[in-house]
């Protein structure tokens, strides 16, 4: 398709001022906000940890993440959707959860043949349904896999000093192999919450990046 001279002076323009609503920044890759990598993981309810486990089975902490409180497993289960390809060795991520989850990547949900909705940790009414296969038995959710969105934890102190709020969207650069701008990040603030920005395998892969590398939050205008 070929544009007349007045068709292009209207897209440049477009182009123009959608760039002008965002302060950019020159991108150092030094960045302000440290980067993790959130592998697809399950949260599991105490009654699920029973049924996958045995009565009384309690989780075994391997290593503490970034927030407060939040440990891997040990634990290791094996996901299954419609497709009949199971995915093995999902890690567990404790402590119980009052409702399970299971947490993938866009590309999981292709081998899995599922269509989760990309939702804030937590929000899983009317999500994918998936099946959880453990060592002493099996957990039908009707609802619980999701994708999760882009989002970045801080202190409330640390909210202040960005300048945000809990429940705001931000975006946001990441300076890797191949330089990305991620908009519409969720900006979570607690007092608990320690300053780190989660992004799945799939986010990660396509901006050349691995956990330690920095991010840059955009003020918006």
Same mark, same amino acid.
């Given at each position: ?16 001022n ?7 920044v020159v ?20 009654e ?10 309690? /989780? ?7 927030q407060? @409180?939040?440990? !891997?497993?040990?634990?290791?289960? %094996?996901?299954i *959707? $419609? ?16 409702a399970?989850?299971?947490e ?7 081998? /899995? ?8 940790? @937590?929000?899983? !009414?009317?999500?994918s349904?998936? %099946?959880i296969? *453990? $060592? ?8 619980g896999c ?20 809990d ?20 900006i979570?603030v ?32």
């Open positions: 398709m070929q544009y007349t001279d007045k068709e292009l002076q209207v897209i440049v323009d477009k182009v123009i959608s760039l002008k609503k965002t302060d950019r991108c150092s890759g030094k960045g302000d906000i440290p980067i993790g990598i959130s592998n697809r993981h399950i949260h599991l309810s105490r699920h940890i029973d049924i996958l486990f045995g009565k009384g089975y309690e /989780l075994t902490p391997i290593k503490d993440l970034s407060p @409180g939040q440990f !891997a497993c040990k634990e290791q289960l %094996t996901i *959707g $419609p497709s009949m390809r199971a995915i093995e060795g999902v890690r567990v991520l404790g402590p119980a959860r009052k399970s989850q299971v993938i990547s866009r590309t999981d949900s292709y081998v /899995l043949k599922v269509k989760p909705p990309v939702r804030e940790s @937590g929000d899983i !009414a009317g999500s349904p998936v %099946t296969i *453990g $060592p002493k038995g099996v957990v039908n959710l009707t609802e999701i994708i999760a969105n882009r989002h970045i934890h801080m202190s409330e102190e640390e909210g202040k000093a960005f300048g945000v709020k429940g705001e969207y931000a975006d946001v650069e990441i300076c890797g192999e191949r330089r990305s701008l991620f908009y519409d990040v969720q979570r607690h007092k608990d919450f320690r300053l780190e920005m989660h992004i799945d395998t799939d986010d990660a892969n396509a901006a050349g990046v691995g956990n330690g590398f920095m991010a840059t939050l955009l003020k918006r205008s």
